[in-house]
């Protein structure tokens, strides 16, 4: 006799797994945005100064980040998501800050984000192999859509953080428990799968692929060495916005619930940015919109520093991120494509978790000159990033990429 399933069959539609998968990246870079949204509550209960602050935070970004890697070499064949719940369990630990009493070492403070970062380091790689399990929806899609959920969750982070902390103190941290819960039960209930390893993708090792017309969508006009150094100066300009903006805005009197918000909108510009990038590159070519973005949001990012003082300025916070760090998804969907050999897990733990790691560490340089000389003159440096990223996107684009047409003509 057949058995019929009590999950309905809308669970295990391929829009409904590419959702949940977008909602696990969601909650887990949401996990890894709540410390900056409250860290000047933070800094002042286990007192302790901005520098050792930035050290704590780098200490997640390291085991966020550059644990990526080894984590991508696990259960390369599983196709089950064990793991991808194991990390939600371990990224959902930083509830435990709301337990620790005032005079917690550093150090313990440290291992804690270090385990938080590398359960979110779980989550990414498997992720982005999940989404390539589903076959009726096409990579330039799903990709975006899952690392669209990862901006959109590091945008929320600091805003949800500020409104919990603001409101019940440090214990407000224990809410952060339910969606946690939430996702591991829509992962089993949707019965998602991963994609087995590939050793590298298709069109690297047939040398017809790499003559074959490019699809639209499909061109990459950078080796994956250039994609992982636009990706790493990009992305440390978005880190030093993502993980010092609330703190700066404190500096300026205002509050940490308007700190956390602005750093919100940031967020939600790159992820408005991501979606409907994500949409036109299926008709047009990938670089103009990774060039055509930089241009005028490094300008927009300037301007909004000089005005940061008067409130309505968030806006241009919310712009610039639509337009300089809303292409870094695409730098991701280019890369499984790129010029190069490594296998799909490694090709995205790097771009991913590497490229992120690096800013990480350059995170700490960056909090260490700011505990010296001050926030104000040290934000700068996001827009500086985005210029030096530009720079690089310029320098080693492939003249000889495949031609598909421009936005606009």
């Given at each position: ?132 399990h589903i076959g009726r929806i096409a990579s330039s899609i ?39 819960l939430a996702v591991i039960l829509a992962l089993r209930l ?47 300009g978005t880190l030093a916005i993502q993980a010092l903006l ?164």
């Open positions: 006799m057949k058995k019929h399933s009590v999950v309905p069959t809308a669970f295990h539609a391929s829009g409904t797994r590419v959702a949940v998968l977008s909602a696990a990246h969601f909650t887990a870079d949401m996990l890894g945005g709540l410390l900056p949204g409250f860290l000047p509550v933070a800094l002042k209960y286990f007192r302790i100064d901005l520098g050792m602050g930035v050290i704590i935070l780098t200490c997640m970004s390291i085991g966020c980040n550059l644990m990526q890697i080894p984590a991508s070499l696990l259960g390369r064949e599983t196709r089950t998501p064990r793991l991808l719940t194991v990390g939600l369990v371990m990224a959902g630990m930083i509830v435990l800050l709301a337990a620790m009493p005032e005079t917690t070492p550093v150090i313990v403070l440290c291992l804690l984000m270090a385990a938080v970062g590398a359960g979110i380091a779980l989550v990414h790689p498997h992720g982005l192999r999940g989404t390539q799903s990709v975006p859509a899952f690392m669209t959920g990862g901006f959109l969750g590091s945008a929320v982070g600091p805003w949800v953080s500020a409104l919990l902390v603001g409101s019940f103190g440090l214990k407000g941290l224990y809410w952060m428990a339910l969606p946690v949707s019965n998602v799968k991963l994609a087995p390893d590939r050793h590298a993708p298709s069109s690297d090792r047939s040398p017809a692929g790499k003559n074959a017309p490019a699809a639209p969508g499909e061109d990459c006009p950078w080796s994956f060495r250039s994609l992982c150094l636009i990706a790493t100066l990009l992305n440390t609330p703190s700066y805005l404190v500096t300026l009197d205002f509050t940490l619930s308007f700190g956390g918000f602005s750093a919100m909108l940031f967020g939600a510009g790159s992820a408005a940015g991501s979606i409907a990038i994500g949409f036109l590159v299926r008709k047009y070519r990938n670089a103009p919109f990774v060039l055509g973005g930089l241009v005028p949001g490094i300008p927009v990012v300037l301007l909004y520093f000089l005005f940061a003082g008067h409130p309505a300025s968030c806006l241009l916070i919310m712009l610039g991120g639509l337009l300089a760090s809303s292409c870094y998804p695409l730098l991701v969907s280019m890369s499984r494509r790129a010029e190069g050999t490594l296998p799909m897990s490694a090709r995205m733990g790097i771009i991913v978790g590497g490229t992120w790691g690096i800013a990480g560490i350059a995170l700490l340089a960056i909090g260490q000159i700011a505990s010296r000389i001050g926030l104000a003159p040290v934000m700068h440096l996001s827009w500086i990033f985005y210029l030096l990223s530009l720079i690089a996107a310029l320098l080693t684009r492939n003249g000889n990429a495949r031609s598909l047409p421009v936005p606009g003509k």
